[in-house]
């Protein structure tokens, strides 16, 4: 096999490696939203990203067949057991800005600056140290072990309709680059001991 053949993949893997290290630090979780009340019938998901470098959060749902009208959505942080229970608010109190009321249906996408106090509960701030940064550690680690969800209320359920905790399923731009990188190494050892 001609040198070029082996050449090709091992740069377009260091293309790739450059590429994910040049793109931003983010963490991501998903999660399906369904019901937190009993008789109540929304469903839907969620998709969160924590973009390190810029220190914002992108909050992303759809949703639909909730019993009653939305009324306020939240994002409530940090439950004393992992998937369950119930905790205050933590993102923008009293509901996410432009989140879409008045429907039983609806989807939605927004980035929240998190060094901006106004995203912030105040009470969500306190207990956490006092400062944004220190709230913004406290939910994405809430976000990591499960005990953080978003809440969407309704006319029907004013405690909360439907509910998600989210869990980490995206993996970070590096871990396809080496990804990349190692099926290269496995193709060019394949390609010598076919030479030899």
Same mark, same amino acid.
């Given at each position: 096999?001609?040198?070029? =053949? ?6 377009? &893997?260091?293309? $790739?490696? $450059?590429?994910? *290290?040049?793109?931003? =630090?983010?963490?991501?979780?998903? @999660?399906?939203? @369904? ?12 998709? %969160? ?9 992108? /909050? ?8 009653? !009208?939305?009324?306020?959505? =939240? /994002?409530?942080?940090? +439950?004393?057991? #992992? ?7 933590? %993102?923008?109190? #009293?509901?996410? %800005? ?20 106004? +995203? ?8 956490? @140290?006092?400062?944004?940064?220190? &709230?913004?550690?406290?939910?994405? !680690?809430?976000?990591? *072990? @499960? !005990?953080?969800?978003? !809440? /969407?209320?309704? *006319? +029907?359920?004013?405690?909360?309709? /439907? ?5 980490? +399923?995206? #993996? ?8 990349? $990188? ?15």
């Amino acid at each position: 096999m001609a040198l070029h =053949h082996l050449v090709r993949p091992a740069a377009a &893997a260091a293309l $790739l490696l $450059l590429g994910a *290290t040049a793109q931003a =630090h983010t963490q991501s979780w998903f @999660g399906l939203l @369904g019901p937190e009340a009993t008789g109540a019938t929304g469903s839907g998901s969620v998709f %969160i990203e924590y973009d390190e470098d810029g220190n914002t959060l992108l /909050i992303q749902t759809s949703f639909a067949g909730l019993s009653g !009208n939305v009324t306020v959505a =939240h /994002i409530h942080c940090c +439950t004393a057991v #992992p998937g369950t229970g119930t905790a205050g608010v933590a %993102i923008q109190p #009293p509901s996410l %800005i432009d989140f879409p009321v008045g429907g039983t249906s609806g989807s939605y996408s927004k980035v929240f600056d998190l060094s901006a106090s106004a +995203t912030w509960s105040a009470t969500f701030v306190t207990a956490s @140290g006092g400062t944004t940064a220190a &709230a913004t550690a406290r939910l994405v !680690n809430a976000f990591n *072990t @499960g !005990n953080a969800y978003l !809440n /969407i209320h309704s *006319t +029907t359920f004013g405690s909360g309709e /439907i509910r998600s905790f989210v869990v980490s +399923t995206v #993996p970070e731009p590096s871990t396809y680059a080496l990804m990349a $990188l190692g099926l290269g190494a496995v193709g060019a050892a394949a390609a010598r001991r076919r030479r030899g």
